[in-house]
């Protein structure tokens, strides 16, 4: 579900050559594992949108179809099984051609996403307007035409680069229109910079209540993207559990390799749901006081490293060690599914 009282969702795209089935199954595979609840695929062309039957087939979350221009597309992806169209109404030239879309739609009761994008405004559209209310008045444009068509399972997003054009274009239309928004921050870059950007973006607009689903979007692995959305929920408290990892920035003090750590720890803990907060601490100045924190914490010391679980201080361990021995006591704290220990605490 997306809208109403359903909880936000993590969305992101595949960056495979549809055409390639197995390829792109292996990434929704892994994108899935990742939390992505939902998945978009580009289609091209026929054989794209002829290969999304058996990619639906062997995908294990709703599976959405990025159309442009070409209707027969649209009809080719919706027979195909896919459980959603991002598509803009305003692309398909005739309108006996969307209608055929929309019937299609219809008929299978999947929404259709109208999807504006700074980068793609017409040049002559509304030229005296500023870009934000250009990008809204669009969307409600193509959202009236899919209305008139008595359909009204749409979703809507309007994306641009720029954080506060996305914002603006949202506060003018998110009142007008009672449909479920897609939030993002469109060619946001790099995955540094384009999370950053992303976060106060989709950050801004869901703080203010505005949003349903979200992507990030990054010049980067889709995993990434993924994860990026899912700590942008658990950050303003709108998804509960998954692991936090506390570590520290590292400094001439640092006894431990806190960067090399925490990073194959993110990697370890790429979708896990259970509510886990894990410290990595290069030394004995903040680290004892955060890993009692923590449900399992490692703190760097000469030669070894203080191992605490529960809040309490465990064993010394081999500095070379580190990394297993912490992934041994998180391992058994997911077995038992249980990390009140420490977090009653908190
Ligand atoms: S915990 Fe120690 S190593 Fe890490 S930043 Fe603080 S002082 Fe530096």
């Known amino acids: 579900m997306v809208g109403g009282n359903a909880p936000i969702s993590v969305q992101s795209m595949t960056k495979t050559d549809t055409r390639d089935i197995k390829a792109t199954v292996e990434q929704i595979g892994q994108m899935a594992r990742a939390g992505c609840q939902i998945v978009r695929a580009a289609v091209p062309d026929m054989e794209a949108a002829a290969a999304l039957a058996a990619i639906r087939a062997r995908t294990p979350v709703p599976l959405v179809a990025d159309i442009h221009f070409d209707h027969r597309l649209a009809i080719a992806a919706i027979n195909a099984g896919v459980d959603g169209l991002r598509l803009n109404p305003g692309n398909i030239s005739r309108r006996e051609h969307l209608e055929k879309v929309v019937s299609s739609a219809r008929e299978r009761q999947i929404p259709i996403r109208v999807g504006v994008n700074a980068g793609s405004l017409p040049a002559d559209y509304r030229a005296d307007e500023s870009v934000p209310q250009r990008m809204a008045a669009l969307a409600e444009e193509h959202i009236r035409l899919l209305e008139s068509m008595d359909f009204g399972l749409i979703k809507v997003s309007l994306k641009a680069f720029d954080v506060l054009t996305t914002v603006q274009a949202h506060e003018i239309i998110a009142d007008r229109i009672p449909y479920p ?13 384009g999370t950053v950007r992303s976060a106060l973006g989709i950050g801004i607009l869901l703080h203010m209540g505005i949003g349903d689903t979200i992507r990030v979007s990054l010049s980067g692995d889709p995993l990434l993207e993924v994860d990026a ?11 509960q559990g998954g ?29 896990v749901d259970m509510a886990l907060r894990v410290a990595v601490m290069g030394c004995a100045v903040n680290g004892p006081g955060e890993c009692k924190a923590a449900d399992v914490g490692i703190a760097g010391g000469v030669d070894k490293v203080a191992l605490y679980r529960g809040g309490a201080f465990l064993r010394a361990v081999p500095t070379e060690q580190a990394f297993a021995a912490l992934i041994q006591e998180i391992s058994a704290l997911i077995a038992t599914g249980s990390s009140e220990e420490a977090t009653s605490k908190r």
């Open 181 to 193: 928004f897609h939030l993002g921050i469109t060619e946001a870059g790099p995955p540094a910079t």
């Open 229 to 239: 959305g899912r700590e942008i929920l658990r950050a303003l408290d709108l998804m």
């Open 243 to 271: 692991p936090s990892i506390i570590s520290c920035p590292t400094c001439g003090r640092a006894m431990l390799d806190v960067v090399g750590i925490s990073s194959r720890l993110s990697e370890y803990l790429r979708g």
